[in-house]
């Protein structure tokens, strides 16, 4: 529009200009920090399946600004939710899975659990290890054991359980309406 005027001021093309170089710093900013969140989330995946890690879920293609999680399995049994925050910190949490109605944890989960949980604990400085080595940079913000009351757990539910589940609620909608 500037141009097709005719009438450009040297002040009007030194303001463009000024504007023109700022959307490119943010720009050139956004893609480095793009390559950084997928190079962090390549890495961590990429150490853990070599040191025996399954992948239950993968990081998402596209990690630009929002949050994004992954989960893997600790070779054992339990499960490791990874998260990069908008803020490119990582966090990790340890999370058991068991079976709908399974009721409390018992003695013996528990101290699957903890084994787990040391398991992690060590594989985690391992992978400390691994991403300094490659580049990445680090600080250790919260690290504490679970208490036994805070220990996530992921329910399991079978096909089956879903529709006998299904069923009763139906049941008792049909009771609740006609009854």
């Not at 999680?69 to 054992?76: Q, V, Y």
């Not at 101290?111 to 400085?125: A, L, N, P, V, Y």
């Not at 208490?147 to 089956?160: G, Y």
Request: proline share 3%.
């Amino acid at each position: 529009t500037l141009l097709a005027s005719g009438d450009v001021r040297l002040g009007q093309l030194e303001l463009l200009e000024k504007r023109l170089a700022g959307l490119k710093r943010e720009i050139d900013s956004r893609v480095v920090n793009t390559a950084h969140r997928k190079g962090m989330c390549e890495a961590v995946e990429r150490n853990l399946a070599e040191m025996g890690y399954e992948s239950l879920a993968e990081f998402p293609s596209e990690v630009e600004a929002e949050t994004a999680e992954s989960r893997m399995r600790i070779p054992g049994g339990e499960q490791v939710r990874i998260v990069l925050q908008p803020d490119n910190q990582v966090s990790f949490a340890i999370i058991h899975e068991r079976r709908h109605g399974e009721g409390k944890i018992t003695k013996k989960e528990l101290e699957h659990i903890r084994r787990q949980e040391e398991r992690w604990c060590g594989d985690f400085k391992e992978l400390v290890r691994r991403l300094v080595a490659e580049g990445l940079s680090y600080e250790i913000g919260i690290e504490r054991a679970i208490p036994e009351q805070a220990i996530k757990v992921v329910v399991v539910e079978t096909p089956v359980e879903i529709l006998e589940e299904e069923a009763r609620f139906q049941e008792q909608e049909r009771k609740r309406y006609l009854g």
